[in-house]
Structure formats: structure tokens, C-alpha cells
């Protein structure tokens, strides 16, 4: 993938509809801020139960967005990242529709996972209880089949996705097709969804095990023989993340996001420069996804709970009660038990809010993201500085979507004229064309207080410091020409270049 700042963002809920507008905007406005972008879902449909990542065709454009030329023509301009979702389907996918009607008879037969099919004639009390869930209660939905038959399948997130065994012939099969449209659409990366849970076996947590490393090796030389890089997306304990990032090509620094907000909150980054020296380098930075902000990425191991985290649980609770405090507890309402809740171990709530719309602390967050070794991702509502949608949340009761607005044309150019979203775009324009960004990241040793960063490429370097205290962020460069050698060139106190 390029060394430059990315996108993630839902084509419709960003430019206010299809391919072609938001081709527009990025080649428009947008030109030099991004070059790639992390689409999300947009396959058919893009409004299922959970926001597209249940397909009932993964490898047809939903016509609502396009089709797959507005992709490929896309792909001409700038790098194009896609969901490769390998954990499950829609019920409605034609899969389970045909399996449904005939059962045994049906080439798709062995394609679902069911309790018996992963547990035979039984699972023990212990079996049961080890398994990682992203949610309360047992991962099983009940389905009365038409063809006569009663089966409790394996619903990992919500009862109305299916999960596939990836070992089976028609499970495969269903993954290389979708693998080869991405390669005849030209998509350079792949983000392995939910591949954590992919792979179950009795007597195991059937999250990230033995056989999951396999598979995800398995998958990740499919992709590469096609020229397709992946990402793997995993929340899960640190030095797992670690581990996980010596064997991918890419993996989410996930830890990020909280540490940030706890460096900002207590005006100490003690905790993070630890993670800095520790981290993968091969990593994708995110402040805000489509989901919530995590917290069981800093937090102890939840299979083996005897691998401390990055912080400590009174940390991390101290960490949650103030992103409720400075979002006036409206990230309360779309949490947990709550609102419609996928991920309980998440907060949901826009980064803006999270900080309490505090313009100066969202600038130093997102340098620090930029600053940080690997890819910087940025979120849609992010990019903008979105505020928390209550009243979308309102409307669908599903937590995450507080964090997930629909912006119209109109908005979108609001919104680009605002002073912080222009200081945000001249900070990603020189993220992206800077050339000590190509070459090596040290933390410099400072005070608790403050956070010295710096990158460093034969005679080009930049240094980003931060003092907590007041809160404030510069930025000063080398550049290139007879008349200096550095200045600053972007600050949080103004917008110094776009």
C-alpha cells in the first residue's frame, strides 16, 4: 500500500451518493488528502442487518452505489482497500436460501456451521464457557428449516449471519470467487473481517487459535498470488497483536485510540510512549472505525486474564467514564446494554466527542496518529469532525450508528470549510509528500508532559512536539530550497500551509 493517508468511509454515507459523486469529491476537493481509500461494505445490500457487513451477494455492487466499472474506474486514481468478509453470510445469501429449501440434497450443505457440526453429539459445560464472544449469551440461532429441518447454527455476531466453515469445498469455493472479483476490480488490499472467530474447534475459545493463524496464512497466499495485500482485523490482548503483525502483511493498531485519549485525559504519555517503542510497524493507524473505540486492546488478556494490559482496569474505567463525561453522557445511550450492541467491550461515540469537542486535543490526537509508524486510516466522520448523530441512533436503536451519519453533498462542503477540518487536511498533505516519512521513527526522551516524535530520511526530517499542559502541537520540517532548511510548517494554534 502507499506510504499516504487513507480513507474509511461507506461510499453513500460519505458523498451523498453514488461511485461517481464520491469519485468526484476525492479527485475534486479532496485531491492530494488521501491516496487510498478503505471502502466499506458496498456490496448488495448496503442496509442489512448490520450495515452491509451481512451480504447476501459479496461479490455484486449493490446498483443503489454503481457497479463494479465505477470501482475499477475508481481504482485508476487512487488505492482501493475492500472488506473480504470470511466469517459469515446473510441468511438471505442464495446459499442459505438453497440450503434451506432442499437441506442435505443441497451443494451448500456443508457450508454452514451448526452446533453439531462443530461439537458432534455434545459439548461440555467447559467447552462452552471458554468460548470468545463479542456479545452476551452463546453464539447459536435457532432456525426452523424449510425443508423440515430444525439446526442450531453458529450466529457469531447476530442471528441473522450465518458462519461459514472456510474449510469446506463450497466455503472455499465461495471465498476465491469473491477474491477474484476483488483482482478483476483491481482492489490492491483486503481486510480480512472478523477472521478472528473464522475457524472452530471444540475444546478451544474458537477466536485466534492455532488454526486460525493457518487459515489466515492460507488466505493470505491466495491474495498475494493475485497482488492483493491484506489486513488483518483483530481486537485481542497486545503482545498478541505483536505476534500476530511478524506473520501478516498488515495489522490495526487498535491500542492507539484509547492510549491517546488517556495520554490527553491525564496530560501524561507515559503510557504511550511505552506502546511506541513496543508496536508493530507494519501497522494501520485508526483513531475511529465504523465500530466503537475499544478498550479490550489496552486491557489484560480475556482468554488466559493473566497477561496484564497497557493500562490498568481502574485505567481503563477511568478512561470510559470520561468519554461519557465530555460527550455528556451521550456515548452512555449508544453502549453496551444500552442500545443494539454488537461489541460490548466498545464505546461507541465520534472521536470529537470523546474529547469533548475540544478542537486543540483533536489536532494533537490526530498528529499523534499521523506521527505514529505505519498507515494512517481516517474515518469519514472523523475526517470531518463529526459530532455524535442522536438522532440517527434514535431511529435504528443500534449503538454504533451514532457514529455513523449520513452526510449530504451540502454537509460534506459545510464541513470542509470548517478551521479544523482544513488544518487536518494540511496535516495529512504533509504526511503524504514528506519524504522523512519514508525513513525512521524515534521517540525523542522528554517529560511526562510532553511527547516528542520524530522521523528522519538521510536530509529530510520531521518533528512533531507536543506540550500536554496547555494543550498545544508543532510541527517543524526540513524543506528544501537555499533561502531556510526548517520552519514550522503546521501547528494546533493555527493553520500554517494546505
Known amino acids: 500500500m502507499k506510504n499516504q493517508a487513507q480513507l474509511i468511509a461507506y461510499v453513500d454515507r460519505f458523498s451523498g451518493g453514488r461511485f461517481r459523486e464520491f469519485q468526484e469529491l ?23 442487518a448490520d450495515a452491509g457487513f451481512d451480504p447476501i451477494d459479496h461479490s ?6 454503481g457497479t463494479w466499472d465505477d470501482v475499477r474506474a475508481l481504482g485508476e486514481h487512487v488505492e482501493i482497500m475492500a472488506d473480504l468478509i470470511v466469517n459469515h453470510v ?39 464457557l471458554q468460548l470468545y464472544r463479542p456479545r452476551p ?3 447459536f440461532t435457532q432456525y426452523h428449516l424449510k425443508h423440515g429441518e430444525q439446526c442450531l447454527f453458529w450466529t457469531t455476531f447476530t442471528g441473522q449471519q450465518i458462519d461459514i466453515d472456510v474449510h ?34 471444540p475444546g478451544t475459545s474458537c477466536f485466534m487459535i492455532l488454526e486460525t493463524l493457518a487459515f489466515i496464512a492460507e488466505l493470505t497466499a491466495q491474495a498475494h498470488a493475485l497482488g492483493i495485500e491484506v489486513l488483518v482485523e483483530v481486537h485481542s490482548h497486545y503482545l498478541e497483536q505483536i ?58 488478556d480475556r482468554k488466559c486474564r493473566n497477561l496484564p494490559g497497557l493500562l490498568t482496569s481502574d485505567e481503563i474505567d477511568e478512561l470510559v467514564e470520561t468519554i461519557h463525561r465530555r460527550s455528556h453522557n451521550e456515548s452512555r445511550q449508544a453502549t453496551g446494554a444500552a442500545a443494539n450492541n454488537l461489541d460490548l467491550y466498545q464505546v461507541n461515540c465520534t472521536f470529537y466527542d ?11 490526537a490526530r498528529a499523534l496518529q499521523v506521527f505514529s509508524p505505519g ?53 495529512l498533505k504533509l504526511r503524504n509528500r514528506h519524504l522523512a516519512f519514508s525513513g525512521e521513527f524515534r521517540v525523542v526522551p522528554s517529560r511526562d508532559d510532553q511527547l516528542v516524535l520524530e522521523w528522519r530520511k538521510e536530509s529530510h526530517w520531521s518533528c512533531l512536539e507536543v506540550e500536554l499542559a496547555k494543550p498545544s502541537a508543532v510541527i517543524t520540517c526540513s524543506t528544501s530550497g537555499a533561502d531556510q532548511t526548517n520552519r514550522v510548517v503546521w501547528s494546533t494554534a493555527s493553520e500554517v500551509e494546505s
Request: net charge neutral.
Open 26 to 48: 476525492l479527485l475534486g476537493s479532496l485531491k492530494d488528502v488521501f491516496g487510498g481509500v478503505h471502502l466499506l461494505p458496498f456490496f448488495y445490500p448496503i442496509d442489512g
Open 60 to 65: 455484486r455492487v449493490d446498483p443503489r452505489l
Open 90 to 128: 446473510s441468511s438471505r445469501s442464495p446459499q442459505f436460501v438453497e440450503y434451506d429449501e432442499h437441506g442435505a440434497e443441497s451443494r451448500y450443505s456443508g457450508m454452514f456451521l451448526t452446533y453439531t457440526s462443530v461439537f458432534g453429539n455434545g459439548a461440555r459445560e467447559s467447552d462452552l
Open 137 to 139: 449469551g452463546l453464539p
Open 168 to 201: 469446506s469445498t463450497e466455503g472455499k469455493r465461495y471465498l476465491n470467487c469473491i477474491l477474484q472479483q476483488f483482482h478483476a476490480a483491481h482492489i490492491r488490499a483486503i481486510r480480512l473481517d472478523a477472521v478472528g472467530y473464522a475457524v472452530k474447534k
Open 243 to 300: 505476534e500476530i503483525a511478524r506473520q501478516v502483511d498488515w495489522v490495526y493498531d487498535f491500542a492507539l485510540p484509547p492510549l491517546v485519549l488517556h495520554t490527553l485525559y491525564r496530560g501524561n504519555a507515559r503510557d504511550l510512549k511505552r506502546w511506541f517503542e513496543i508496536r508493530p510497524r507494519n501497522a494501520v493507524t485508526v483513531l475511529d472505525t465504523h465500530d466503537g473505540i475499544g478498550v479490550l486492546d489496552v486491557g489484560t
Open 354 to 364: 470523546a474529547l469533548g469537542r475540544n478542537d486543540d486535543e483533536y489536532l494533537i
Open 375 to 427: 498507515i494512517p486510516q481516517i474515518y469519514y466522520v472523523g475526517f470531518l469532525t463529526g459530532s455524535n448523530d442522536l438522532d440517527l441512533l434514535r431511529r435504528t436503536g443500534v449503538g454504533r450508528d451514532i457514529n455513523r451519519h449520513y452526510y449530504t453533498a451540502a454537509e460534506v462542503r459545510e464541513n470542509l470549510a470548517r478551521p479544523i477540518v482544513r488544518s487536518l487536511v494540511s496535516l
